[in-house]
């Protein structure tokens, strides 16, 4: 079982930035991709952005694009949310997740618990 720890929420003024981190443990050696997505109260949560493991072709919401920027360390089995530019409307729970090879398209396997972000004029 894949284990996913999330840090670097926080609250913060907006125009600011924050990095998230998650850090994956357990059998990682399936993982095709990994996530981070958001829940806001009352809404639905929303894929922020994605990336495959050999990190090419990154994915972007387009409520983020230019803002945010996804990597990861594969030495670490980390991957990161870099947000820049944060607005009121990012606030939201923030969560990782991971793909294993084989799954179906857009099927995630594996969470974290999740951070908060919470974003203040």
């Known amino acids: 079982q894949v284990q996913l720890v999330e840090s670097g929420g926080g609250l913060v003024q907006a125009g600011g930035s924050l990095r998230l981190s998650c850090a994956a443990s357990?059998?990682?050696?399936?993982?095709?991709?990994m996530a981070w997505f958001r829940q806001a109260p009352g809404k639905e949560r929303e894929l922020v952005a994605s990336?495959?493991?050999?990190?090419?072709?990154?994915y972007y919401a387009d409520s983020v694009k230019g803002r945010f920027t996804i990597s990861r360390d594969n030495a670490k089995n980390t991957a990161y949310l870099q947000m820049n530019s944060l607005k009121l409307e990012d606030t939201a729970v923030y969560y990782c997740?991971?793909?294993?090879?084989?799954?179906?398209?857009?099927?995630?396997?594996?969470w974290g618990q999740g951070t908060q972000v919470t974003v203040s004029s």
């Open positions: 997740a991971v793909q294993n090879s084989g799954s179906s398209p857009g099927t995630y396997n594996y």
């Open positions: 990336i495959r493991w050999s990190g090419v072709v990154p």
């Open positions: 357990g059998p990682t050696f399936s993982t095709v991709r």
